[in-house]
């Protein structure tokens, strides 16, 4: 939000509180003045006001609830600020429609963190954006569920989003950043699977010199290093139980011990956790803590992957396409093909394949010039839906050879059920109805 761009109301009948409010917030635009709910209301009907700070009782009487109606008809976001903290006269704001509710003692420390989350909700340039150039969707849940969690102040919450891999976690997570940060605040990404069980305690608390092997000088932690911003802990599922129990208690007490070290460090961070596995499976088979399950677990988002959302398929194709210095042209058949593959490895996998396509020497893609998965893993058209081959399937075989296709439809086959089954060998086996040798007869064709 561009600065003295807001049009604020303060309500308040305490002279010298509204010039503190009008003090702290006058950086974010003009602020205005009104001691009495009837002078609000004028205010309210006749001049531009983007966000209304009001407070319950003036001269006595909890008159700022008609201020704050006036506010919700005309559809003026509202935030209470009271000494009051009844919890009758608390629901009561919230159901005549006000957005947050602050007890005064607390303005100082928290009034600006709200009133920058409604100014960029007003704003909503930096959505526009996400869903423009990062996130590009047009599926309605998906942005209507983004939409509801940017206009919640997730500073010190605790967020976690699910999704199968390459859906785009992560970007949602840098979101979260840009939304509650200033850009000078840490956003710090670690991803738990990428990291060996005996390194992943010292990359997450740090390391004091000669605390192991190989340890040769001081080292910052993970947690340390997100102090005032994000910590990100990616694919949290796969995080050894042992480390669970350290990370739980860091997480309750904002304490803990770099590895080596008997001095205590402290870091304030808003954790953001996320993870393509099932964590309610992991824990009943007591693969994951309960407790730690329950304490990551605030506030969740799932991001549904690629092939429930088939018209974002086709829009990320496009974009992809059309990005590239290198133009080309995609032939109708193979544009078809390219729509219609369900993108087991979701968003992540259509980026690589749209790249691979732009690198070809001639420059006009033509279906038989498609990654092999892809068209052996074709929809039926409407003129095919009685015929167990697509055409695309008849031409590879026409090309290769029946032997390569059945091939290369166990290896397509094995890969995705793997995938979908989040790596379970024996679910995998026990779905295809194979033996364990011909499993892994596939698999290691596959790697």
């Known amino acids: 939000m561009k600065n003295k761009s807001l049009h604020i109301l303060v309500v308040e009948d305490d002279k010298y509180f509204r010039l503190a409010i009008k003090e702290l917030l ?56 009271s000494s009051c903290d009844d919890d009758e006269i608390t629901e009561k704001a919230y159901e005549i429609g006000c957005d947050h509710f602050l007890v005064k003692r607390h303005y100082r420390k928290h009034l600006e963190d709200y009133v920058k989350q409604i ?57 979260i950043h840009q939304l509650n940060f200033d850009s000078s605040a840490p956003f710090v990404h670690i991803n738990c699977s990428e990291i060996p069980e005996n390194l992943l305690e010292a990359e997450l608390f740090g390391h004091t010199k000669g605390a192991f092997t190989g340890a040769d000088r001081e080292r910052t932690g993970k947690l340390r290093q997100a102090d005032g911003g994000i910590l990100f802990l990616d694919e949290i599922a796969t995080m050894p139980m042992s480390m669970q129990q350290k990370l739980l208690k860091a997480l ?21 956790s996320a993870t393509c596995e099932d964590l309610f499976e992991k824990v009943s088979n007591n693969q994951f803590r309960k407790d730690l399950f329950y304490r990551i677990s605030g506030l969740n988002f799932e991001i549904s992957p690629l092939r429930s959302r088939p018209k974002d398929a086709a829009l990320l194709i496009k974009s992809r396409l059309e990005s590239s210095p290198r133009k080309i042209v995609v032939k109708k058949d193979a544009l078809e093909a390219l729509n219609s593959y369900s993108w087991p490895g979701n968003v992540r996998e259509l980026i690589k394949t749209c790249d691979i396509l732009t690198l070809k020497s001639n420059g006009v ?64 086996i026990k779905d295809l109805r194979i033996s364990s040798s011909a499993f892994y007869r596939v698999l290691e064709s596959i790697r």
């Open 252 to 272: 309750d007490e904002k304490t803990f011990y770099p590895v080596g070290s008997s001095a205590v460090q402290t870091s304030q961070f808003t954790l953001v």
């Open 365 to 428: 893609i033509n279906l038989k010039d498609l990654p092999d998965h892809i068209l052996m893993n074709s929809h039926h058209s409407d003129s095919e839906q009685n015929s167990f081959l697509t055409a695309a399937q008849k031409d590879f075989i026409s090309s290769k050879g029946l032997k390569a296709y059945v091939k290369n439809l166990e290896k397509t086959v094995v890969k995705e059920t793997l995938e979908s089954n989040q790596g379970k060998i024996a679910k995998t």
């Open 119 to 175: 100014a960029k909700s007003i704003d909503g340039k930096q959505l526009k954006d996400f869903f423009k150039r990062q996130f590009i969707t047009q599926d309605k849940r998906l942005i209507d569920s983004v939409t509801q969690l940017s206009a919640i102040n997730l500073k010190d919450k605790t967020i976690f989003i699910s999704g199968e891999t390459g859906v785009g976690k992560s970007l949602v997570g840098k979101l």
């Open 26 to 81: 006058s950086k974010y635009g003009l602020v205005m003045e009104a001691e009495t709910a009837p002078q609000a209301k004028q205010i309210l009907e006749g001049q531009k006001i983007d966000l209304a700070l009001i407070d319950i009782h003036l001269d006595q009487d909890p008159r700022g609830l008609e201020a704050l109606a006036t506010a919700k008809k005309l559809k003026v976001p509202s935030i209470i600020l």
